[in-house]
């Protein structure tokens, strides 16, 4: 039988403090040469739906042999690039039926290639994201770090702040993001979720004056922290492909970078003309692979021990999580599926149904 998920059935049973271990010990594998993940891909057309917009269909994959399964992600995207509070923005629209959006999970079997789970992807894409970002304060922030500043209000702020309060004992918790109201309501949130209080900030100084760990999660194309927010001990994560949350005047007062992964810029095929945000105006959805970025350590191969995490409490790092990987949903769904299995959840269908006599 294939299971069927939906978002609250994942959100029920998914937690950051079962999920780091699982993707710790997935980069492990990778490291290790064990694992198998292939750069996304996205394919970029005009659409109808909206003069403002383009369509954008991608994918991703990865397969984990220790755990026993392979996943694709897949999402059908119309994308827009307005501009709010001086940046530009990359928002998807809700254009399917019922205002819904369009992201998959298909998770298989290696032992036997069968489905075993198909669901969509909105929960563990946000979790996966603040999942590795957790997993890299674990090895690359101070062990005394307490103090938390999150640059975002968004969907993925969250997450970034549920995996720092996994890996690190909060007790003081800042939120800056441009809109007042958007802050505000986020503090409120997170404050019930955690048990915590999560203080909303004015200005983005503010919120990092003073903070251990500063996480950047917005749709913003370009930069939110800069160089002036930089303090001796402090340890920085952004999520946005290409470095863009993290201004380049601030590179130069970083000690330590890594990064996700060196293979990190999405291969992107357009028709028609059209270009993403990120691409207008001669820029790129993705880092120059030059000699810096040749040089960074990878996250895994920090996890592992391969390459050197922080070497001192004074020094400042960074972590890229600079693009995401189908082997983190492969990671992410092994451990949804087996959690779904014992908690009785969901809805199996005949396998049946989704395999074929007809030799493929």
Same mark, same amino acid.
């Given at each position: ?30 490291a290790e040469g064990r ?50 509070? !001086?940046?530009?923005? *990359?928002?998807? /629209?809700? +254009? $399917? ?6 992201? %998959? #999970? ?75 109201a958007s802050r505000e ?9 955690? !048990?915590?209080?999560? *203080?909303?900030? /004015?200005? +983005? $100084? ?6 251990? %760990? #500063? ?120 451990l949804v599926h087996r ?22």
């Amino acid at each position: 039988m294939t299971l069927i998920l939906s978002n609250e059935d994942i959100e029920r049973i998914l937690t950051m403090e079962d999920l780091v271990p699982v993707l710790e010990e997935a980069y492990v594998e990778l490291a290790e040469g064990r694992g198998g993940n292939r750069v996304r891909s996205d394919i970029v057309t005009p659409t109808t739906f909206r003069e403002d917009g383009l369509y954008a269909l991608k994918s991703m994959d990865g397969v984990i042999p220790k755990f026993g399964v392979g996943a694709v992600r897949i999402n059908s995207d119309i994308l827009t690039f307005p501009r709010t509070d !001086g940046q530009m923005r *990359r928002v998807k /629209a809700p +254009a $399917a039926p019922g205002e819904r959006y369009v992201g %998959l #999970v298909l998770l298989f079997s290696t032992h036997n290639g069968e489905p075993l789970m198909i669901c969509p992807d909105g929960v563990m894409q946000r979790m996966r994201v603040g999942g590795t970002n957790a997993v890299a304060a674990r090895h690359m922030a101070r062990q005394d770090a307490h103090v938390a500043a999150i640059l975002g209000s968004g969907w993925q702020a969250g997450a970034q702040l549920l995996g720092l309060e996994a890996v690190r004992p909060l007790d003081d918790i800042r939120v800056y993001s441009p809109r007042k109201a958007s802050r505000e309501v986020f503090a409120q949130e997170m404050s019930a979720a955690l !048990g915590k209080t999560v *203080r909303p900030c /004015a200005t +983005a $100084a503010e919120a990092c004056a003073g903070a251990d %760990l #500063v996480a950047c999660a917005t749709n913003a194309t370009g930069p939110v922290f800069f160089r002036e927010h930089v303090a001796a001990g402090m340890h920085v994560g952004g999520i946005r492909p290409g470095a863009s949350e993290i201004d380049r005047a601030a590179w130069p007062d970083i000690d330590l970078f890594a990064l996700l992964d060196h293979d990190d810029n999405a291969q992107i095929v357009h028709t028609h003309g059209v270009r993403l945000g990120e691409e207008q105006d001669g820029g790129m959805y993705g880092m120059p692979h030059d000699e810096f970025h040749a040089a960074m350590a990878t996250l895994p191969e920090i996890v592992t021990g391969r390459r050197e995490g922080r070497r001192s409490d004074g020094q400042v790092t960074c972590f890229l999580n600079n693009l995401g990987m189908g082997y983190q949903f492969a990671a992410t769904g092994y451990l949804v599926h087996r959690k779904a299995k014992a908690a009785g959840l969901g809805h199996e269908l005949p396998t049946d149904w989704f395999t074929e006599t007809v030799h493929p």
